[in-house]
C-alpha cells in the first residue's frame, strides 16, 4: 500500500513528512525505523522508496490499525508455493557493490582460473539438488527491482530477490530485455550531454550503450554525479584499458533499436573497479 505522507516519531516527537521532502540519504540516516502510517494511533511502520516515482510503503509483515484506511488483506507470497502473483524486490545496495567487485575480478581472470571456478561452482549445484523434486511446487514469481518494488531486501524479513545475473555485452539476449541484469564490457567512448552522458560498452564486436534519464537525474543521492561525468571522459583518455561493469535495466532503443542499460543510480557503475567519483 503507497503513500503520500507518513508519521515520524521519535522519542515524544510526531511530524508529518512528505514524499517530497524526503530524500535516499535522509531515509538511511534519520528516518529508517522511525516512519509510520500518517493514519493517528495506527502502529504500522512504513518504508520509503525513492527513483522517478518515489513513495512511501507498508514496512513487510506490518499491519495497519483497523478501520484505518491503508489498510488491505495480505495476499501470501510464500517460497515453495504455485501463484499467480508477482512482488519485486528492491536488490540491496551491498549485494550490488559485491556483484560488481565479483564481475570485475571475473573479467580479469585467466582462463584456468575462470575454469577452476565453473567446476567448482557445478559441484556446489550438484551436491545442492533435490532428488525429490516431483510433485514439489514452484517458487514464487520474484522480480528484481532497483527502486520503487514491493519489498527491500534488507527490510523484506527475510526475502531476496533472484540472482543479480551477469552478462558480458556480447552475450545479452532477447530474453535479458526489459529486466535487471549487471553488464560487462570495455569503455570505448564517453559522449557528455550534461548533466549526465552516453557510455558506449563493448565487448567482442557487440556493442551496448549506457544511458542516464530523468529518473537518475531526480534521485537526490545521484546529485554529487550530475555535470561530473567528465571525470569518466577524462580517465578514458589517459588509461589503456578500462573495464566497466554496471547494473541497471537492459531494453532496446525504441527508434533504433540498439541496446541500452538504463542506469538509475550513481554508485551502480564501475570502472576498473572504482567508483566513478574516485576516478583519478
Known amino acids: 500500500m503507497r503513500m503520500s505522507t507518513v508519521r515520524y516519531i521519535n522519542g515524544d516527537k510526531v511530524e508529518k513528512i512528505r514524499v ?43 499491519d495497519h490499525l483497523q478501520g484505518c484506511i491503508h489498510e488491505f488483506d495480505r495476499i501470501p507470497i510464500n517460497r515453495g508455493i504455485i501463484t499467480e502473483n508477482s512482488i519485486g524486490v528492491d536488490i540491496s545496495f551491498k549485494r550490488r557493490q559485491n556483484a560488481l567487485r565479483e564481475a570485475f575480478k571475473l573479467m580479469t581472470m ?45 527490510e523484506g524479513g527475510g526475502m531476496r530477490g533472484r540472482n543479480l545475473s551477469k552478462r558480458y555485452v556480447d552475450t545479452i539476449s532477447n530474453s535479458d530485455i526489459n529486466d535487471i541484469r549487471l553488464v560487462m564490457g570495455q569503455l570505448t567512448e564517453v559522449e557528455l550531454q550534461n548533466p549526465c552522458a552516453k557510455l558506449t560498452v563493448e565487448w567482442n564486436k ?47 532503443n525504441r527508434r533504433t533499436e540498439e541496446l541500452e542499460l538504463v542506469v538509475y543510480i550513481g554508485t551502480d557503475l564501475s570502472f ?4 566513478m567519483l574516485h576516478l583519478r
Open 110 to 154: 585467466t582462463a584456468e582460473e575462470k575454469k577452476e571456478i565453473e567446476e567448482k561452482k557445478l559441484e556446489r549445484n550438484i551436491k545442492k539438488k533435490n532428488p525429490r523434486t516431483e510433485g514439489k511446487t514452484k517458487n514464487a514469481n520474484v522480480k528484481n527491482t532497483l527502486t520503487g518494488g514491493d519489498v527491500r531486501e534488507e
Open 206 to 252: 557487440k556493442r551496448i550503450y549506457v544511458v542516464f534519464e530523468e529518473a537518475f537525474e531526480k534521485e537526490p543521492s545521484n546529485s554529487a554525479y550530475l555535470n561530473n561525468f567528465g571525470i569518466i571522459k577524462k580517465y578514458l583518455g589517459k588509461t589503456d584499458l578500462v573495464l566497466f561493469t554496471g547494473v541497471g535495466e537492459i531494453r532496446r
Open 272 to 275: 576498473n573497479d572504482s567508483g
Open 20 to 62: 517530497s521532502d524526503m530524500t535516499v540519504s535522509d531515509y538511511e540516516s534519520i528516518y529508517k525505523g522511525k516512519i509510520y502510517c500518517p493514519t493517528p494511533n495506527c502502529p504500522a511502520k512504513a518504508v520509503y522508496s525513492g527513483g522517478e516515482k518515489a513513495h512511501f510503503r507498508t514496512w513487510q509483515k506490518k
